[in-house]
């Protein structure tokens, strides 16, 4: 069975940093380009960043080029997304979710996010 | 970024037809997907390049649609269908509609 679990969420203060993980088992985490999508209180579905299956190849939405960094460690099958100088705005849950082709067919529970003084 | 958008909000009685549209503001091809959210859950995959039934997905749920505008239709509507259905394109960065919320009656 596919499971991904996240963690690594909390309260954060503007301007400091927090490491996400997903833990990834059930499938070759290695085979697979992985994602963070993210989902403000009441909003929408937001996607973050993408990362290649072999980790080479990295994308972002403009909001968070620069602060934000997708990484993975496919010994340990974990997916990482390291938040750098936090914004408010960022307060969301993020969810890991797996790319088959070109959809996200199997998401972690999510793990919440809150930037707040 | 190619902007979705989605009708708000629908009520239908349950055995009832509902179909949920999304227009793209730029074609995206058939690289169009649709996902299902209850409240406090992750969303679920249903269908994928507009018209394929992810695996596990009840026949109940279909998709059609290329170029602009799409269209995820339930048949019969069922009680357990109550949520929020978003679509997705993959033609360039990955976005999403805001949703449609579906209520029964």
């Known amino acids: 069975e596919v499971q991904l679990v996240e963690s690594g969420g909390g309260l954060v203060q503007p301007g400091r940093s927090m490491k996400l993980s997903c833990a990834a088992s059930?499938?070759?985490?290695?085979?697979?380009?992985m994602a963070w999508v993210c989902q403000a209180p009441k909003k929408g579905l937001e996607w973050v960043a993408t990362i290649s299956y072999d980790g080479s190849s990295t994308y972002y939405r403009d909001s968070v080029k620069g602060r934000f960094t997708i990484s993975r460690d496919n010994a340990k099958s974990t997916l990482y997304l390291q938040m750098d100088s936090l914004r408010s705005e960022d307060t969301a849950t993020y969810y890991c979710a797996r790319r088959s082709g070109s959809r996200w067919d199997y998401w972690g529970q999510g793990v919440m996010v809150t930037v707040s003084s | 970024d190619t902007v979705l958008t989605q009708s708000p909000a629908l009520a239908v009685s349950p055995g009832e037809r509902v179909t949920i549209s999304c227009r793209a503001s730029e074609s995206v091809s058939t690289l169009m997907h649709w996902y299902q959210q209850k409240p406090g859950q992750q969303p679920k995959l249903l269908i994928y390049l507009a018209s394929h039934l992810e695996s596990g997905v009840p026949a109940r749920f279909s998709g059609s649609g290329s170029g602009t505008d799409f269209t995820l239709t339930i048949d019969p509507v069922e009680a357990d269908d109550t949520a929020t259905y978003y679509c997705?394109?993959?033609?360039?960065?990955?976005?999403f509609g805001a949703g449609t919320k579906l209520e029964l009656k």
């Open positions: 997705q394109q993959s033609w360039n960065d990955p976005t």
């Open positions: 059930g499938f070759t985490f290695n085979n697979y380009d």
